[in-house]
């Protein structure tokens, strides 16, 4: 397992690599500045002064290689439109927000989705199988800034009964987490339904009951272990996805999150926020994707991650 996980290391540390190359010089290619006009009325010197503090007065090879040289530090460089400002420190002001959204959100939505699945493969009532399926397919078919708008305006706009601006208190991380969960807990719903009703089939669930074990029992023992592991495959990537923050979820509730901070930068071609952003969403999904495979080696005693490519 050890020797897996540093091959999957030194795979990641690769990709990482080729997306902030790759995003580098597409950033150089597309037309516009930082500065925008205001570059063109500064003064020679004040302007030769500015394109240095930036090494823009460089070639773009040597932009590059002074620019991994610091990254490999940790040394991000300084906004470019936010003068004196580390980009390091405006990602540690804006992560914690998009951090807890993003974790409430999973929590309801592995614990809704997975109870939902598990309903909707044990019940006897065929309309309740159909309202869950219907529900999963709504909520994978409908885009989550439509499933926001909704709740805004009847709970925030109609009703009064729920904040939906900003995050000032508890109720605040209700309707931005509940819009960003209701497409995962429809996925995570479906493979928990046919991945029990699969289960289910198998024998040794039948010789369970034929020896009598509650049926609470063989669901949480045997058969919810047992079909997790599309679910552990899911949830991992979805978890780097929703710590990273929905940019649209959080421009429609004014959360003062990193997605929204990387929407503004790519809009002010803030060109070291959106390097620095992209490395670390980069590097979360390459980290979830790792823990999710050692995960479902733990879960499943039968894969073996030595064996598996990398």
């Given at each position: 397992?050890?020797?897996?996980?540093?091959?999957?290391?030194?795979?990641?540390?690769?990709?990482i690599f080729?997306?902030?190359?790759?995003?580098?010089?597409?950033?150089?290619?597309?037309?516009?500045?930082?500065?925008?006009?205001?570059?063109?009325?500064?003064?020679?010197?004040?302007?030769?002064?500015?394109?240095?503090?930036?090494?823009?007065?460089?070639?773009?090879?040597?932009?590059?290689?002074?620019?991994?040289?610091?990254?490999?530090?940790?040394?991000?460089?300084?906004?470019?439109?936010?003068?004196?400002?580390?980009?390091?420190?405006?990602?540690?002001?804006?992560?914690?927000?998009?951090?807890?959204?993003?974790?409430?959100?999973?929590?309801?939505?592995?614990?809704?989705?997975?109870?939902?699945?598990?309903?909707?493969?044990?019940?006897?009532?065929?309309?309740?199988?159909?309202?869950?399926?219907?529900?999963?397919?709504?909520?994978?078919?409908?885009?989550?800034?439509?499933?926001?708008?909704?709740?805004?305006?009847?709970f925030g706009?109609?009703?009064?009964?729920?904040?939906?601006?900003?995050?000032?208190?508890?109720?605040?991380?209700?309707?931005?987490?509940?819009?960003?969960?209701?497409?995962?807990?429809?996925?995570?719903?479906?493979?928990?339904?046919?991945?029990?009703?699969?289960?289910?089939?198998?024998d040794y669930?039948?010789?369970?009951?034929?020896?009598?074990?509650?049926?609470?029992?063989?669901?949480?023992?045997?058969?919810?272990?047992?079909?997790?592991?599309?679910?552990?495959?899911?949830?991992?990537?979805?978890?780097?996805?929703?710590?990273?923050?929905?940019?649209?979820?959080?421009?429609?509730?004014?959360?003062?999150?990193?997605?929204?901070?990387?929407?503004?930068?790519?809009?002010?071609?803030?060109?070291?926020?959106?390097?620095?952003?992209?490395?670390?969403?980069?590097?979360?999904?390459?980290?979830?994707?790792?823990?999710?495979?050692?995960?479902?080696?733990?879960?499943?005693?039968?894969?073996?991650?030595?064996?598996?490519?990398?």
């Amino acid at each position: 397992m050890l020797k897996y996980t540093v091959k999957r290391l030194m795979a990641g540390a690769l990709t990482i690599f080729v997306l902030a190359t790759v995003t580098f010089f597409l950033m150089k290619l597309v037309p516009g500045s930082p500065f925008g006009a205001e570059l063109a009325q500064l003064q020679p010197e004040l302007r030769e002064k500015l394109l240095a503090q930036y090494n823009l007065d460089k070639s773009i090879p040597e932009q590059f290689m002074i620019y991994l040289k610091n990254a490999a530090t940790g040394d991000f460089g300084e906004s470019m439109t936010r003068k004196g400002q580390d980009v390091v420190d405006i990602i540690a002001r804006c992560m914690p927000a998009t951090v807890k959204v993003g974790l409430v959100a999973f929590v309801f939505a592995m614990v809704a989705g997975i109870t939902l699945g598990i309903v909707a493969a044990f019940t006897k009532k065929r309309w309740v199988e159909n309202s869950v399926m219907f529900i999963a397919t709504i909520g994978v078919s409908v885009p989550s800034f439509l499933y926001a708008l909704l709740l805004m305006i009847i709970f925030g706009v109609v009703l009064h009964v729920l904040p939906i601006v900003g995050l000032k208190g508890p109720l605040h991380y209700i309707l931005p987490s509940f819009s960003l969960a209701l497409h995962p807990i429809s996925m995570v719903s479906r493979l928990v339904r046919s991945g029990m009703k699969e289960v289910m089939k198998q024998d040794y669930i039948v010789l369970a009951r034929s020896k009598g074990t509650p049926t609470l029992k063989i669901i949480l023992k045997h058969g919810l272990k047992n079909c997790l592991i599309p679910v552990v495959n899911y949830a991992g990537p979805l978890l780097s996805y929703l710590v990273t923050g929905s940019f649209v979820i959080e421009n429609l509730f004014s959360i003062p999150g990193i997605g929204a901070e990387f929407t503004n930068s790519v809009t002010n071609r803030d060109y070291t926020m959106i390097m620095a952003l992209t490395i670390l969403f980069g590097a979360l999904i390459i980290v979830a994707n790792i823990a999710t495979d050692i995960l479902v080696a733990f879960i499943d005693p039968r894969v073996k991650l030595d064996k598996k490519k990398s």
